[in-house]
């Protein structure tokens, strides 16, 4: 009855059988057909011409009627893997969980994904009912149940204008709700990941959840745990390069998933003194997504856990190990750590230790120290998050004042900053705050030889450019760095790093 009434508001003709999508018409949903690429134009009338269907599916279509430009497009089409590829000069079948072709042009990638079927019932499943393999294919409408909320279920076919939308989608975009299809509990089982995506959605679009769709979110939330970190990675990057990382946590905090369930989200929300870190972190990388700029997932990584390392970089210390080998630890400790649940990428794992191990060489300032260092392939990330630790007052505002100088200077301006500070005219080191952890550091003169400066510089960059694929890891190799001189033996066992 009331989506007989609210259909009529719409102007949609006639209500129709459940497994029939409502058929919007382009002035009924206000599609600016400017705002479709003319990558996914091209794919979806290739396909129509070869005698497919196809349409712009998910995401883009919620954007769309949105007035948001979507960031990526996807196709949905009855033609299978085989026969997508065969129509594309540049497509290439991929498959894991699910078989999709990418279709590339120049640089830009379209993912199209055949209609999947629903019968998940006779799909393999893990202990707790999480769906492992689920390949088959289906009709448009068993496509549309089977993917996870309202919103996300519309087809748009560029040709016709039109919009299909099977499940009340139109009508959760103008009420602002996130609604999942079917029966919550049932689709957060097989795949636990939706959790987390309502989450980010609801933080992303300014949405609220549908009570039953927020409701078992609480007491299913153990669930993420069984999903393969790898999953849920990609999930995190997602939501903290959203655009709304901040708001996306928060949400998250709301909604009970952050406690216990990601070590990085513990540390992340729970650490009393990384907070205004975290937030500034968290807040700069915002705004550059809203710029439409690119953001570095691993300083951003680096960034949320940076009060941890801190944190066991001054145990290190205290227990005896000078500071490079300490950070060093902490580092390798505070990644193995996160590994377990977030399987952190080898090359972003790789960006935070660079970005990290440059830290303390921002305190050389003596010599050819800085002029090395602005050498290093990542400075500007390593500067960045320097001018976060000044800007949350974990060190003396002086240490980056003085880079930002040194980095704009010409040589000759460079060559007196260098003086002074190597004359001792300058306080040379960052003066930690009272509280800061940076304390740790209090009793090493800037300028005094640390491991790294007695053995050769070459020590560093062992650390900085982790061994090949195959090779035993760096860090292995680190493990018991000896006093004053660096671990150097390779006969640890290959590992993951
Ligand atoms: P974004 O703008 O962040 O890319 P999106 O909705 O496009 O949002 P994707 O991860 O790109 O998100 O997924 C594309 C579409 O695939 C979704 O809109 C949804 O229809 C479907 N989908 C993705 N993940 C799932 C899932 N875990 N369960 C069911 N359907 C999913
Ligand atoms: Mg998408």
Known sequence: MIKKFIRKILGVKSARPS????????????????????????????????????????????????????????VATNATPEQVKR?????????????????????????????????????????HGRVLRDNTFGSQAEDAERRDFTINAMYYNPATQEVLDYHGGIEDIRAKTLRIIGQPEARYREDPVRMLRVVRFAAKLK???ERSTAEPIGVMAPLIDNVPAARVFDEMLKLLTSGQALACLQQLRKEGLHHGLLPMLDVVLEQPMGTKFVTLALDSTD???????????????????????LEKWQAYQAAGELPIPALHLAA???????TEKLAIQRKIGSDMRDIWAMQPRFERRNGKNPYKLLEH???????????????????????????????????TVRAELVSVASSGGKKKKAAP????????QDDVPADAPTDADEGDESDDDEFLNPPAEGEAPARKRRRRPRRGRRSGGGNAPAGDA
């Open 87 to 127: 129509l594309f000069r540049r497509a290439f079948i991929i498959g894991r969980r699910f078989q999709i072709v990418h279709v590339m042009f120049g640089q830009d990638l379209l993912e199209v994904t055949t209609f999947r079927g629903t019968a998940t019932d006779n799909a393999p499943k893990d202990e």
């Open 377 to 411: 392939l990542r400075f500007r990330a390593g500067y960045d998050f320097l001018l976060l630790r000044c800007a949350s007052g974990e060190i003396d505002r002086e240490l980056g004042d003085w880079w930002t100088a040194f980095y704009e200077a010409d040589e």
């Open 332 to 338: 390798d400790e505070v990644l193995d750590s996160q």
């Open 287 to 309: 705004k550059r997504v809203m710029a439409g700029k690119t953001v570095s997932p691993g300083f951003l990584f680096a960034s949320l856990l940076w009060h941890q390392v």
């Open 433 to 440: 705050r009272r509280g800061s952890r940076a304390a740790a």
């Open 19 to 74: 497994n029939e999508p409502v058929v919007l018409g382009a002035k009924d949903h206000g599609i600016d057909p400017r705002m479709v690429s003319n990558n996914a134009i091209r794919v979806t009338s290739t396909l129509q011409e070869a005698g497919f269907e196809a349409f712009v599916v998910g995401g883009a279509v919620r954007d769309l009627l949105l007035g948001v430009k979507p960031k990526d497009f996807d």
């Open 207 to 209: 949405f609220s959840i």
